[in-house]
């Protein structure tokens, strides 16, 4: 293992240390948190031999851009991006070797989302917060990067032209950022529904746009809701991440990784597992469409994308074993 540095020489509007999030924390009234688009996160972490929660760079819209001092595998996933590595065009969603003194460049397409993932192989320099890197700004800890961060990495490098054919070609799961008509979301019924007559056929039948007053603890959106016809006072409780939930004004707001309790609004409903990477991706403006599906759909599609996952994982391992790089990264 060595010690590496790596120059930033561009940021997005926000760009900080992230990974997977906290467990068990949310009954100190913690949040999970971690990164919104999961799995961009974890599918970059793969790419480079790291842990799926292993601390890497999420950066919200613009650019990014690095210059390390010593040869680093990296990895750029998330919204699609314009990547080069001194100069020269570069694939995402790829294993990418940043050589000594030459800056890798990302610049997202903000029109086709908000979030791109960096990581590199080894272990970043950063500190955590109950085990966990990811801020929580509400807590005091932003986890912003400074002009320089530091990693150990046991990655020597290989040499490859940028002109030579990819030396990779592994099952990536990539995430569809669709540029034209709304992202479709699926979301299995929560009981808040029965509360509301006809609240699921207006979801189902209307388009929703996401708003700039979204943050981290949710998606605001505007588009046609109803409201409980009774003012029985609802016990707020914890709820999940995806939750649909219906405030007093006339938006529906998607729970995010930062929410905590329903403030006693209703619970309409709960995006599926594998449908909250897009909601992790979508930025102001994005429109929304709304699907049901019930809970047996919803599970079966997330077990299809948790495979696709540990297929890349074989995959990957398999390919660094044959370059014999497989005793110089990181695992589990």
């Known amino acids: 293992m060595r010690t590496v540095g790596l120059d930033i020489t561009r940021t997005g509007w926000v760009t900080t240390f992230q990974d997977l999030g906290r467990r068990d924390t949310e009954r100190r009234g913690v949040p999970t948190g971690g990164a919104a688009d999961q799995h961009s996160a974890a599918v970059a972490n793969v790419l480079v031999g790291n842990p799926r929660d292993a601390t890497l760079i999420e950066n919200l819209g613009g650019e ?3 210059v390390p001092d010593a040869d680093v595998l990296v990895a750029v996933t998330g919204a699609p991006a314009r990547v080069t590595i001194g100069g020269a065009p570069a694939a995402s969603w790829s294993p990418l070797v940043v050589p000594a003194g030459q800056e890798i460049h990302v610049r997202a397409d903000l029109a ?4 791109n993932y960096l990581a590199v192989n080894g272990v ?4 955590t917060l109950l085990g966990s890197t990811a801020p929580d700004a509400r807590m005091g800890f932003t986890q912003a990067l400074g002009e320089r961060v530091l990693l150990e990495s046991g990655f020597r490098g290989f040499r490859h032209s940028h002109f030579a054919p990819p030396l990779f070609r592994l099952p990536v799961p990539v995430l569809p950022c669709a540029k034209e008509g709304p992202w479709l979301v699926d979301v299995v019924e929560s009981y808040g529904a029965r509360s509301i007559p006809g609240v699921r056929e207006l979801i189902a039948d209307s388009s929703y746009v996401v708003t700039a007053r ?6 605001r959106l505007d588009g046609p809701v109803l409201h409980p016809d009774t003012d029985t006072e609802i016990v707020s409780h914890g709820v999940p991440v995806g939750a649909l939930q ?4 006339d938006e529906l707001i998607v729970l995010g990784r930062y929410r905590s309790l329903t403030a006693g609004y209703p619970i309409v409903g709960v995006a599926s597992r594998a449908s909250l990477p897009l909601l992790g991706q979508a930025g102001p403006g994005r429109e929304l469409r709304f699907r049901w599906v019930d809970r047996e759909t919803s599970v079966r599609r997330s077990a299809q994308r948790e495979d696709e996952v540990r297929a890349l994982e074989r995959a990957t391992a398999e390919a660094f074993g044959a370059l014999g790089f497989a005793g110089h990264l990181i695992h589990p």
């Open 64 to 66: 990014l851009a690095f």
């Open 112 to 115: 086709l989302g908000a979030r």
């Open 124 to 127: 970043f320099t950063a500190e």
């Open 214 to 219: 979204s943050n981290h603890v949710g998606l």
């Open 246 to 249: 219906i405030p007093h004004a």
